[in-house]
C-alpha cells in the first residue's frame, strides 16, 4: 500500500511521559536494582540520511526498508521533497514505523526553503543537492542550530560554482542559488569542526559535472567512521570513492544506482540503554546487532568493557552486563563524539578518575556539549573540568536536582543516565529526544520493567 503523505508514525512518542512543553521537567526513573532488559531501536539516524539522500539522487526508485522516523529524519524527508522528489510510506515489516519509497524528481526544482530543525545531516548534506537544483532555496534551522558551524560548505559550494548568498558569518540560513548543474572540481575544505562536510560534498560529488577532487585541510578530522560510512553508501550504489591520502577524497562523475536497502538499528542511540546494565551493574541485550556494520555505535562493544563491563554476543543480540561499580577510562574518543555524552554520565558515576578526549569538535554539536556536561553534572554535586578537547570527570556524590537539556537529545539522554542511580534528577525537556529517539521515555520505562520481549 502506497500512502501518499509523510505523516508521523502513529505510536505515542512520550508515552506516559510525554513533555508536551519545552520545560516540562521530566522525573527521571530510579532503577530499584541492576537493570535486566531486552530492547529493539528504531533505525539509524545516519543511515537513514545517507540513503534518502542517495535514493534522491540515484537513477531509478529505491526503498529503505526500516527507516528512522524522528524529527531529523522527517526534516530530510521534507527537505527533499521540497526539492521535488518522491517520498512516499509503504507499510513494511518495522516495529518501529513504515518503508519508504523515494522517487528521483526527473528534475530537481529550487524556489523554496527547507527548515533544517536541529538535523547536522540535513543542513551540511541537503546544500548541494540545492545547488543540482533550478532555481534558489533558503536554508533556516531551529535558533538553537543557527549558530552550527556551516561556513566550509558555503565556502565549498561557492569554489565548485555555487552562488550562495550569506551574511558572512558561515551559518545558517543562507540561500543556495542553483542553476540546475554544479561544475564540481578541486576543493578544499577544513573539517575539523565536522566530518559531515565532507560526508555532505561525497554524497552529491557524483552528480557534479566534473566530479570532485576534495582535500581536508584543518589539523585534525572527527569521526571518520562517518566518512567511511558515507562511501560504503556509495560504494554499495556503484560509485567509487578513491583515496590517495588521509583527507583526500576522488569521485568521477556518474550515475548513482537505485537500491532497496535495509537500515540498521541506531547504535549510538544503544548507548544510553547500555549505559543502564553499566551503572546498575545489571545486563541489557540491544537486538539486531549487526554482524557488521559502519556505524560508530559498534565501539561501545569496546568502549564499555574499559568501564569494567562484559560484552557477549549471541548471533544480532548484543548483551552487555555491568560491573559492580563501573571503573573510571582514559579514552580517545575523537572517532565517536556522539557517544560522549552517554560515556561521560558513566564516568560521573564511577569509583575513579576518567579523562575523556579528542572530542573539542562536540562544543559544535546540538551545544557546546563539553560545557552542558560540566554543568549539569557540576549542577548535580559533580566534579567536571572542561580540556580544551574533552572532560576530566572526578566523580563525587551526586545529589537530585534539574539537569537541563539544552535542545539537545544526547544531552536529555544522558541525565536519564545518571538519573538510573541518583534520586530525584527531573531532566527539562525530554521531547528534545524526539531528534533521534522519538520513543524514548516509553522505552527506557519499558526497559526498567524487563524490556520489551
Ligand atoms: O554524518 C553523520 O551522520 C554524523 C557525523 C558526526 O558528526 P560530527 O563529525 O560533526 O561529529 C556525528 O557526530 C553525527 O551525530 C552524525
Ligand atoms: C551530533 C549529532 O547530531 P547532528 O547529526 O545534528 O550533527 C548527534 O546526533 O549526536
Not at 537529545?409 to 534528577?425: C, K
Request: proline content about 7%; glycine content about 12%.
Amino acid at each position: 500500500m502506497l500512502i501518499s503523505k509523510y505523516s508521523a508514525p502513529d505510536f505515542d512518542p512520550y508515552g506516559d511521559n510525554r513533555a508536551d512543553e519545552p520545560n516540562t521537567l521530566w522525573p527521571a526513573p530510579v532503577a530499584s536494582g541492576p537493570v535486566r532488559a531486552t530492547v529493539s531501536l528504531p533505525g539509524s539516524k545516519s543511515l537513514t540520511a545517507r540513503e534518502l539522500v542517495l535514493a534522491a539522487l540515484a537513477d531509478g526508485p529505491s526503498l529503505l526498508r526500516s527507516p528512522l522516523h524522528s524529527r531529523d529524519s522527517a526534516n530530510m524527508v521534507e527537505a527533499l521533497r521540497a526539492l521535488g522528489v518522491g517520498i512516499e510510506e509503504r507499510a513494511g515489516s518495522g516495529e518501529f514505523g513504515a518503508d519508504l519509497v523515494v522517487t528521483p524528481a526527473e528534475e530537481l526544482l529550487g524556489s523554496t526553503t527547507i527548515e533544517c530543525g536541529q538535523a547536522g545531516t540535513v543542513m551540511r548534506f541537503v546544500p548541494p543537492i540545492a545547488g543540482l537544483a533550478l532555481g534558489p532555496t533558503m536554508f533556516d534551522a531551529d535558533d538553537s542550530a543557527r549558530g552550527r558551524p556551516m561556513g566550509a560548505i558555503i565556502g565549498a559550494l561557492r569554489s565548485l560554482g555555487v552562488d550562495v548568498n550569506d551574511d558572512g558569518r558561515g551559518s545558517l540560513p543562507f540561500t543556495v542559488h542553483g542553476t540546475g548543474s554544479v561544475a564540481g572540481g578541486a576543493v578544499e575544505v577544513d573539517a575539523s569542526s565536522s566530518s559531515q562536510f565532507v560526508s555532505a560534498l561525497l554524497l552529491s560529488a557524483s552528480r557534479f559535472e566534473n566530479g570532485l577532487d576534495l582535500t581536508h585541510s584543518g589539523e585534525r578530522l572527527p569521526s571518520l567512521p562517518h566518512i567511511e560510512m558515507t562511501i560504503a553508501a556509495l560504494e554499495a550504489r556503484g560509485m567509487t570513492v578513491e583515496s590517495p591520502e588521509t583527507g583526500h577524497w576522488i569521485v568521477s562523475p556518474g550515475a548513482i544506482a537505485a537500491r532497496d536497502v535495509d537500515i540498521e538499528p541506531d547504535l549510538s542511540n544503544a548507548a544510553p540503554f547500555l549505559a543502564a546494565a553499566v551503572v546498575t551493574g545489571g545486563s541489557v541485550t540491544i537486538t539486531g546487532w549487526p554482524e557488521s556494520t559502519t556505524q560508530v555505535g559498534a565501539d561501545l562493544a569496546d568502549l564499555l568493557p574499559l568501564f569494567g563491563a562484559t560484552v557477549t554476543r549471541d548471533g544480532d543480540r548484543l548483551t552487555v552486563t555491568g560491573p559492580d561499580r563501573p571503573d573510571g577510562v582514559t579514552v580517545d574518543l575523537s572517532t565517536g563524539g556522539e557517544l560522549a555524552p552517554a560515556l561521560v554520565a558513566i564516568a560521573a558515576l564511577a569509583d575513579g578518575p576518567s579523562e575523556i578526549t579528542g572530542i573539542g569538535h562536540i562544543r559544535h554539536h546540538e551545544t557546546d556539549r563539553l560545557a552542558a556536561l560540566a554543568a549539569e553534572i557540576n549542577g548535580l554535586g559533580g566534579r567536571v573540568t572542561e580540556l580544551e578537547d574533552g572532560l576530566r570527570i572526578e566523580p563525587q556524590p551526586l545529589h537530585g536536582g534539574v539537569w537541563r537539556s539544552y535542545e539537545d537529545h544526547r544531552m536529555a539522554t544522558a541525565g536519564a543516565i545518571v538519573g538510573l542511580v541518583v534520586p530525584g534528577v527531573e531532566i527539562e525537556n525530554v521531547a528534545t529526544t524526539a531528534k533521534t529517539l522519538p520513543q524514548f521515555t516509553e522505552l527506557w520505562g519499558r526497559m526498567l520493567q524487563g524490556g520489551s520481549r
